[in-house]
C-alpha cells in the first residue's frame, strides 16, 4: 500500500461534454418534430457549429472572469472628491459573451432570416444551445429580442407614426437586430418599483410632456448618434432594472392618473458637451437623467448587472397610446418569458450532460470487491433515466409554445412548401388563444419544474456536485443550479403566471376561445397519436374535468387552487405531446419514456414495461441516428 498524497494517488477523470446538438437527444427528437426535414437539414451545419464553440476553453475562461469578476460601480458611485458618480464596470468577459452572442446572431437570426414561421423555432434551439455558457447574457439579450418585436409592431404601422418617431424606432430597431458588436444594442425593461413586481397598477414613475429641453436644467443634447432623445420627461425609481449596461431601455411610467401606466422607449446613454474628459477635453457620454443607486446581490445569476436606479428628468418616446402600457408590454413579455423557459430547460439539459459525463467515468462498489461504471449502476441509471424523461416532457412543452409564437408573428411559409409546421399546428383562429394560455402556463410550469431537477444533476455528482468548480468550468453544475433558481421568479412567479392562465380561460369571450383551442389540441394529439382507448381516454377525461370545472367555477373560485389546475393541465398537454411524438418518431425508448411519464402523472396504470438496466441506459445515453449531418448510429 502506498499513501496518496496531494500529487499522488488516485485522480478521478473529468467527465467529458458532448456536443449538445448531436449529444442532447431530446434536442435532436425536437428538431425532428417540429421542423421540416430539409429545413433541418439546412441549418443543422451552423447550430452544430455552435454547439462545438459554446464548449470552448475560451468560453469558460470568458464565463469563469465574468462570474468571478463582478459588475461594480467604480468608486462605489463617487468620484475621488465624494461626487456623485455612476459609472459601471462590467468584466471583459462579460463584454465577450454579449459579443460572440451578437455575432452568432443569437436575437438578429430571428429578424434577418426568412424561415417564415419557424424563425422562432431555428432561433431557440441555438438559445438552448448557448444558455448554459453564456453567463447570463441571454438575459439583456432576451429584453433586446422583445424591444426588436416591439419597434417592429409599431414600424409596421408607420402611418401613424411622426416622421421623427420612425427615425428614432429605426435606428433603435436597427441597432437591436444588428450582428455587428459594435453596433448591437440590448435593451432594458424597467417595470419592477417598490410597490410591487408584476403588478405595476402603483407605478411611482411619472412622465411628463415637455418638448422643450430648455426648461430643464440639465443639458440635453442628441444622444452620441444624433437620435433626438425624446420630448417626454420621466422621473421615479425603479427598485429592480437587470441589463443595466445596456443602451436603451422600454419603461413604464404613469402619465395621468385617470389613464394607467404607459410604455417608453429612452436611450441610456446622452451626449452632455458640458463634460470634461481627464485630459481636458470638453463633450462626452454620461447617463440620460439616470443614478445607479446600488447593483443587486443576488443568489445566482451574479455577472448579470442589476441595479437600483433613480430616474430624473430621463428623457424618452412614447410607445403607443397613454395608458396603454400594459398591452404594449405584453408584447415583450410574451418573448422574454419564452426565453425564460428555455433558459430553464438549457440550464437542465447541460446539467444532464454533465451528470451522463459524470456517470461514464466514475466508478462506484457494488460488494465483494466488484467496481462498476455509475452508467452500469442500476440504481443510479433509473436516477438519470427518471430526470431525462420529465427533461424531454418539458422540452416538448416549451418548443410548442415557440413553434406557436413563431407562427403568431409569421403565419405565412417562406416557400409553397404544404408541410404544416408541427403535427399539432391550429387553425389560424387558434394560434391566439393558445399562445395567450400558453405564454403564461408554459412559464410557470417550466421554470417551477426545471429547479429541483437541476439540482437532482448537481446531487448526481455527489459532493463535487456542489462546489463552484470555476478551475473546471464545464462541469459547474452549483452554478447552473444556483441561476436556474430565477427562472421560476423573474417575468412574473409562478402564483402570478398561474392567476393569469386562470385568467386567460374566464376572459369573456376570448376565455372561450382559449378553451375552444386547448380542446382542439387534445382532440387532435390524441387523433394523430391514433389512441382511442386507454390511456387516451385517461388523457381526455382529465381534460374534460378541467374544462367543466373552469367553465363551471368563477375566476375568484378557481384563483385560490390555480397552481393546481394550471399544472395539471401542463401534464394533459405534455401527455398528448409526448403520444404525438412518439407516434411521429416511433421508437422502442421514446414510447417507454412515454409510458413511464403517464404512468408517473396518474395517466396510466403501471401495467408492463421495459423497467430494465439496459431501457434505462437507452433512454439516458441514447441509441439512434441523429439528423442534421451528424454520423449515423452515433449515441447520444
Known amino acids: 500500500m502506498e499513501p496518496a498524497s496531494s500529487n499522488t494517488g488516485f485522480f478521478q477523470d473529468l467527465p ?20 421540416p426535414r430539409p429545413l433541418l437539414d439546412h441549418i443543422s451545419p451552423e447550430a452544430a457549429q455552435l454547439g462545438e464553440e459554446v464548449l470552448s476553453q475560451q468560453i469558460f475562461d470568458w464565463v469563469t472572469d465574468a462570474e468571478c469578476s463582478q459588475p461594480h460601480l467604480r468608486g462605489s458611485g463617487r468620484d475621488a472628491f465624494g461626487k456623485p458618480r455612476s459609472e459601471l464596470v462590467v468584466t471583459e468577459g462579460w463584454k465577450c459573451l454579449q459579443e460572440f452572442g451578437f455575432r452568432k446572431g443569437v436575437v438578429a437570426i430571428n429578424y434577418d432570416s426568412d424561415y417564415g414561421p419557424y424563425n422562432r423555432l431555428v432561433q431557440f434551439i441555438r438559445c438552448h444551445l448557448w444558455e448554459a455558457s453564456c453567463a447570463n447574457t441571454l438575459c439583456p439579450a432576451a429584453m433586446q429580442d422583445g424591444a426588436a418585436r416591439l419597434l ?10 411622426s416622421p421623427t418617431e420612425r427615425q428614432v424606432f429605426q435606428n433603435a430597431y436597427d441597432h437591436l437586430t444588428s450582428r455587428d458588436p459594435a453596433k448591437t444594442w440590448t435593451s432594458g425593461q424597467w417595470m419592477t418599483e417598490r410597490t410591487g413586481g408584476s403588478d405595476v397598477s402603483r407605478t411611482e414613475t411619472v412622465a411628463i410632456y415637455n418638448p422643450d429641453p430648455a426648461s430643464s436644467p440639465a443639458p440635453l443634447a442628441d444622444v452620441d448618434d444624433g437620435t433626438p432623445l425624446g420630448p ?61 443607486q446600488r447593483l443587486k446581490h443576488k443568489f445566482g445569476t451574479q455577472s448579470l448587472p442589476t441595479a437600483e436606479l433613480e430616474l430624473k428628468n430621463m428623457r424618452g418616446w412614447l410607445l403607443g397610446k397613454e395608458g396603454q402600457g400594459i ?11 419564452v426565453h425564460t423557459t428555455v433558459s430553464s430547460v438549457g440550464y437542465l439539459g447541460r446539467s444532464l450532460a454533465v451528470a451522463r459525463g459524470f456517470a461514464a467515468v466514475r466508478e462506484v462498489g457494488v460488494g465483494r470487491g466488484r467496481r462498476v461504471p455509475l452508467s452500469s449502476h442500476p440504481l443510479h441509471m433509473r436516477t438519470l433515466a427518471n430526470l431525462t424523461v420529465d427533461y424531454h416532457a418539458l422540452m416538448l412543452l416549451v418548443f410548442y409554445t415557440v413553434s406557436l409564437l413563431g407562427l403568431s408573428e409569421k403565419p405565412t411559409p417562406p416557400t409553397t412548401s404544404t408541410t404544416p409546421l408541427t403535427p399539432l399546428t ?11 394560455a400558453l405564454s403564461s402556463l408554459h412559464k410557470s410550469f417550466v421554470c417551477e419544474s426545471a429547479v429541483p431537477l437541476v439540482y437532482a444533476c448537481m446531487e448526481a455528482l455527489g459532493g463535487v456536485g456542489y462546489l463552484l468548480n470555476d478551475e473546471s468550468q464545464h462541469v459547474n453544475v452549483a452554478r447552473l443550479f444556483r441561476d436556474a433558481c430565477v427562472g421560476a421568479i423573474w417575468e ?29 389540441f387534445v382532440e387532435e394529439g390524441l387523433r394523430i397519436a391514433g389512441e382511442k382507448g386507454g390511456k387516451a381516454g385517461r388523457v381526455k377525461g382529465v381534460w374534460e374535468g378541467l374544462k367543466e370545472r373552469v367553465e363551471r367555477e368563477g ?16 401534464e394533459v398537454l405534455v401527455a ?18 412515454c409510458r413511464r411519464y403517464l404512468v408517473k402523472k396518474g395517466f396510466l396504470e403501471e401495467g408492463e414495461g421495459k423497467m430494465t438496466l439496459e431501457m434505462d441506459q437507452a433512454i439516458v445515453y441514447g441509441e439512434w441516428k441523429p439528423v442534421g449531418g451528424a454520423a449515423a448510429g452515433a449515441k447520444l
Do not use: C
Open 16 to 35: 467529458v461534454v458532448k456536443n449538445q446538438f448531436h449529444d442532447d437527444a431530446s434536442l435532436q427528437r425536437i428538431a425532428r418534430l417540429f421542423l
Open 152 to 161: 417592429q409592431r409599431h414600424l409596421s404601422k408607420a402611418a401613424s407614426l
Open 232 to 292: 417626454w420627461s420621466i422621473s421615479g425609481f425603479k427598485w429592480f432594472s437587470s441589463a443595466t449596461d445596456s443602451q436603451m431601455t422600454i419603461l413604464l411610467a404613469k402619465t395621468d392618473p385617470s389613464k394607467g401606466v404607459s410604455a417608453f422607449l429612452a436611450p441610456i446613454r446622452r451626449h452632455n458637451p458640458f463634460l470634461t474628459s481627464v485630459t481636458g477635453t470638453k463633450g462626452g457620454s454620461e447617463l440620460n437623467g439616470v443614478t445607479i
Open 327 to 337: 398591452h404594449e408590454i405584453s408584447t415583450i413579455l410574451n418573448i422574454t418569458r
Open 426 to 436: 391550429p387553425p389560424p383562429s387558434l394560434v391566439g388563444p393558445l399562445l395567450r
Open 492 to 520: 412574473g412567479t409562478t402564483d402570478v403566471l398561474a392567476g393569469d392562465t386562470v385568467r386567460a380561460v374566464k376572459h369573456g369571450k376570448g376565455g372561450a376561445e382559449v378553451v375552444r383551442g386547448l380542446g382542439w
Open 555 to 570: 375566476q375568484e373560485v378557481l384563483l385560490p387552487d390555480a397552481r393546481a389546475v394550471v399544472f395539471r393541465l401542463a
Open 576 to 593: 398528448v405531446l409526448f403520444m404525438v411524438d412518439a407516434a411521429v418518431n416511433p421508437g422502442e425508448v421514446v414510447e417507454e419514456m
